[in-house]
């Protein structure tokens, strides 16, 4: 399955209607503008879309204020074709209008598991989420964002709705035996976790090695998740990024290194999390300027990465670097 248009009427930087036209099946899509040509408001209406099958967003909120009584809509043509030629189910057009939304649409929600939609705040992320003595800790990011619809390899759950569901119980009255059942399924969420990270490890290192940067990584967790009943309260896990650099451990990485190695850090952590996720019939990854702050040697890793570990997934790049558009387009 492959995006073949997108049209965006009224929408944050789009007053009137626009359409983006993939070709069928469809095709990667590579744009170029300067700043406030309305990059962002494409990368944010493909990102909002995907995520309002999964939660009821207003599309209003996004109307374009220049429009007094605009009609903000963001529709999606995906499609896909049999060895006969014939539309393959799934195939038609998904539309995100105030009276109706691509929610519990399985097509789009499926996607939105999978999708990768970054933009340069993600980057940042994996760099000063939650510091502790110096140290960053991931574990808002990944069970929010990058693991967050991968499966416990124990019980088989998404991580974020078991994360979710131990949450509801601690503030619920529990018996003696429903604290038990709690301890349980913080086990088993411990237990997922440690049986989970080194694959995440394994890949985001894989990718690292595209960059030639002579980085690796490690997850490292520092804490598990726990229920304590006096005062009750869940203490999270703390999961902390260590680096090494040409064969050293590097304490306050975010500190030390220099934007290229911190960017080639961040994309893999977020590749290799993509790769984790389960399968979908639409596979999109939407880069919105992601690279602004390395030179172009330190940018030509990310096309050789996409072209052999993303072949099959339609790729979506947003630049306002004239220079950049021009080397990938020839």
Request: hydrophobic share 40%.
């Amino acid at each position: 399955m492959k995006i073949s248009k997108i049209t965006i009427k009224d929408f944050r930087g789009f007053p009137g209607e626009y359409e983006f036209i993939l070709g069928e099946p469809g095709k990667n899509l590579l744009i170029y503008g300067e700043n406030g040509s309305g990059k962002s408001s494409l990368f944010l209406a493909i990102k909002h879309f995907l995520e309002a099958s999964r939660e009821k967003l207003d599309i209003t909120q996004f109307q374009n204020i220049f429009v007094e009584n605009g009609e903000p809509t963001v529709k999606l043509d995906i499609m896909a074709f049999d060895a006969n030629g014939d539309r393959v189910e799934g195939s038609q057009t998904y539309e995100w209008v105030a009276d109706a939304s691509p929610y519990g649409q399985s097509m789009i929600e499926e996607t939105a598991k999978t999708r990768g939609c970054l933009d340069y705040k993600d980057l940042l992320a994996t760099h000063y989420v939650h510091l502790h003595s110096g140290e960053v800790d991931l574990f808002s990011l990944l069970i929010n964002s990058l693991i967050a619809h991968s499966p416990n390899p124990i019980s088989n759950k998404p991580f974020d709705e078991e994360w979710a569901n131990i949450n509801n119980s601690v503030s619920n009255r529990l018996t003696v035996r429903e604290k038990e059942d709690l301890n349980r399924r913080i086990e088993i969420f411990n237990n997922g976790i440690a049986a989970l990270l080194p694959d995440l490890c394994l890949k985001t290192n894989e990718i690292l090695d595209f960059f030639n940067q002579t980085i690796t990584v490690d997850l490292k967790v520092q804490t598990i998740a726990d229920f304590i009943t006096k005062p009750k309260q869940l203490v999270e896990p703390r999961i902390y990024l260590k680096v090494h650099y040409a064969g050293q451990p590097i304490e306050a990485h975010h500190r030390f290194l220099n934007e290229a190695r911190l960017s080639a850090i961040a994309l893999s952590i977020y590749f290799a999390s993509l790769l984790m996720n389960p399968a979908s019939r639409l596979r999109v990854i939407v880069l919105d300027d992601v690279l602004i702050g390395i030179d172009m040697s330190n940018r030509m890793p990310v096309l050789d990465l996409l072209k052999k570990r993303f072949n099959d997934w339609q790729i979506i790049i947003l630049t306002h670097d004239r220079t950049w558009f021009d080397i990938i387009m020839f």
